[in-house]
């Protein structure tokens, strides 16, 4: 699940979904956009020897827009869901299959409603004035190339990055490599890629 490269370590360990995500080294992680193996949704999530990690549940299993993130004995990790008449594209997501407002962890919207570029705005649920943010993402998600930063600053906690790996290459060409730094909860990193990937797919059915 680790690469031989240095990244940084969080200055303090970076919590949003559970303690047990948050590991002391660098996670690679293999987003895999048309998974056959799975038998529900198409979105899956792999280590680098190609073991499901996550997978989400496609529109179809879903209502009203309502989403869940399973682990890989498919015990649901977090509900997400677009918040209805919200002009920035908002995104909820809840802790387990709740989608109660005292279960919310965090909101996801996009930073303007006109991007050339991604540029996506994340609040935890305690942060109710939302002046500034606690975790920002930005770039290019059509050439996945994107980094997750911890708030309004420069100091990134996980990048996407296209995969060269002979693994990779056998899954297709339709997925891409997310490096989460170390003491940062892959499952929120992976979470964060799944609005990420719904916000632009939308986009482009738009």
Same mark, same amino acid.
């Given at each position: %699940?680790?690469?031989? @490269?240095?990244?940084?370590?969080? @200055? ?7 303690? =047990? ?32 990690? !996550?997978?989400?549940?496609?529109? #179809? ?26 002009? =920035? ?24 409603? !006109?991007? %050339? ?29 994107? @980094? ?7 100091? #990134? ?6 995969? =060269?790996?002979?693994?990779? #290459? ?5 997925? !891409? ?9 892959? @499952? ?6 799944? #609005? ?11």
């Amino acid at each position: %699940m680790t690469t031989g @490269a240095s990244y940084p370590a969080a @200055a303090s360990p970076v919590v949003v979904v559970a303690p =047990h995500f948050c590991v002391g080294h660098p996670v690679d992680l293999t987003i895999v956009r048309k998974l056959m193996t799975l038998s529900e949704g198409t979105f899956g999530v792999t280590d680098v020897d190609g073991n499901i990690m !996550f997978k989400a549940q496609g529109k #179809i299993f879903s209502l009203h827009d309502r989403r869940v993130l399973l682990d890989a004995a498919g015990t649901p990790v977090i509900t997400y869901k677009q918040k209805l008449m919200s002009a =920035h594209r908002r995104w909820e997501v809840f802790r387990g299959e709740s989608s109660d407002e005292k279960d919310m962890l965090f909101s996801v919207r996009k930073s303007s409603l !006109f991007q %050339m570029k991604t540029k996506l705005d994340v609040f935890m649920a305690s942060n109710t004035s939302e002046d500034v943010c606690d975790f920002g993402i930005e770039g290019n998600w059509f050439e996945s190339k994107c @980094a997750i930063y911890a708030g309004n600053s420069n100091n #990134i906690i996980a990048q996407m990055h296209r995969n =060269h790996s002979s693994k990779s #290459i056998l899954l297709g060409k339709d997925n !891409f490599g997310v490096t989460v730094y170390p003491n940062v909860d892959y @499952a929120f990193i992976v979470s964060l890629v799944v #609005i990420l990937e719904e916000i632009n797919t939308d986009r482009n059915e738009s």
